[in-house]
């Protein structure tokens, strides 16, 4: 069963160092997203891409993130300068479409900032 | 968006069936109902979702009441692999974003 793949399973980073995280969505998915969980918090949504741009963008996505479609497989998240609260569980997932399709989900990044 | 409430926890005995509840009385006649669940250390992962009638799939099975302000989740024989945190999302067609609440941790015992 085709499924969504993050690397790496785990980042350690300092304050201020920027990050990328990656992320295989499945193959033939059209939308990507990205959401993060704060250890012990609800699972809160980033950001959507489509056609190689934005979709939307929730308060939390700040200029200090940014996403990219580099290649036909990969997608990324870049945290430019982290912070100690960028701290938690990074989630990749694709659909087929938006709306109605269900959501596939990767394992998670977990990112810590020291 | 609108609102989902939903117990924060339950508890379950092995090889029983499971009925997880959710309210939604602000749903709109628009919102589809789509659960997630979230096993320990995974990303959450599509269940079910339904629009007004009841709905089965191999996981589970979804009832939702005539009024649509609530619905059911029921697990037909639960195993302790479905020891998680069971989401109910309203979802509207042309929405780019699942919202999570708090979700409701089945445990399972054995």
């Known amino acids: 069963e085709p499924e969504v793949t993050q690397t790496p399973s785990h980042q350690v980073t300092q304050m201020g160092q920027e990050v990328i995280l990656r992320c295989v969505p499945i193959?033939?998915?059209?939308?990507f997203y990205w959401y993060r969980q704060i250890l012990g918090q609800k699972v809160e949504f980033l950001v959507s891409?489509?056609?190689?741009?934005?979709?939307?963008k929730s308060e939390i996505f700040d200029d200090q993130f940014s996403v990219e479609r580099p290649d036909g497989s990969n997608f990324t998240l870049k945290i430019r300068s982290t912070k100690l609260e960028d701290s938690a569980m990074y989630f990749c997932?694709?659909?087929?479409?938006?709306?109605?399709?269900?959501?596939?989900f990767g394992p998670g990044t977990r990112l810590t900032v020291l | 968006d609108a609102k989902t409430t939903q117990p924060n926890s339950m508890e379950s005995n092995e090889e029983e069936p499971v009925h997880l509840p959710c309210n939604h009385s602000?749903?709109?006649?628009?919102?589809?109902i789509h659960w997630y669940r979230q096993l320990p250390s995974q990303g959450p992962e599509y269940v079910i979702h339904?629009?007004?009638s009841n709905v089965n799939n191999r996981m589970a099975s979804l009832a939702i009441a005539e009024d649509r302000k609530s619905s059911t989740l029921i697990l037909h024989r639960a195993t302790l692999r479905d020891a998680a945190v069971y989401y109910c999302i309203l979802y509207n067609f042309g929405n780019e974003k699942l919202t999570f609440g708090t979700g409701t941790r089945l445990t399972i015992i054995p």
């Open positions: 602000t749903i709109s006649g628009t919102d589809y």
């Open positions: 193959s033939n998915h059209l939308y």
């Open positions: 997932a694709s659909s087929e479409d938006r709306g109605l399709f269900e959501q596939f």
């Open positions: 339904g629009l007004t």
């Open positions: 891409f489509y056609n190689n741009e934005i979709s939307e």
